[in-house]
C-alpha cells in the first residue's frame, strides 16, 4: 500500500501560480510512475501531468503544456506540480496518483494504483 498526501492548494487570482506537492509513504518501492489529475464538478477526472520514478521522463495534457510543469524528488518520495499562468478553467480538485506500471509512463486513471485524497485548486476571473 502507497499512502498519498497531496498539499499547495488554494485560491489564486487568474494569471497567478501555485506549486502543488504530493508525498509518498508506505511501500514506496513500488512506484514506477507519479501523476497529477483533476476534476472539475460535474466533470470527469483528467490527465494533467506525470513522470517516471526512474528516470526523468515526463507527459503532459495538452491544456497545461508550456504552463504546468511536474517534478519529482525521489529522496523525498515527493511530486510537485509547478502551475504558471493559472486560468479559471484549471479551478479544480487536483489528485496526485501512483502508478505500478512499468515502461510506460500512464496517462489514464485506471493504469495508476494509489490516490491521494484530492486539494482544491481555484482560480479566480
Known amino acids: 500500500q502507497v499512502h498519498l498526501v497531496e498539499s499547495g492548494g488554494g485560491l489564486v487570482q487568474a494569471g497567478g501560480s501555485l506549486r502543488l506537492s504530493c508525498a509518498a509513504s508506505?511501500?514506496?518501492?513500488?512506484?514506477?510512475?507519479m501523476g497529477w489529475f483533476r476534476q472539475a464538478p460535474g466533470k470527469e477526472r483528467e490527465f494533467v501531468a506525470a513522470i517516471g520514478w526512474k528516470a526523468d521522463s515526463t507527459t503532459y495534457a495538452d491544456s497545461v503544456k508550456g504552463r504546468i510543469a511536474i517534478s519529482r524528488d525521489s529522496a523525498k518520495n515527493t511530486v510537485y506540480l509547478q502551475m504558471n499562468s493559472l486560468k479559471p478553467e484549471d479551478t479544480a480538485v487536483y489528485y496526485c496518483?501512483?502508478?505500478?506500471?512499468?515502461?510506460?509512463?500512464?496517462?489514464?486513471?485506471?493504469?495508476?494504483?494509489?490516490w491521494g485524497q484530492g486539494t482544491q485548486v481555484t482560480v479566480s476571473s
Open positions: 496518483a501512483v502508478s505500478k506500471v512499468p515502461f510506460i509512463v500512464p496517462r489514464t486513471t485506471r493504469e495508476y494504483n494509489y
Open positions: 508506505g511501500r514506496t518501492f513500488s512506484i514506477l510512475a
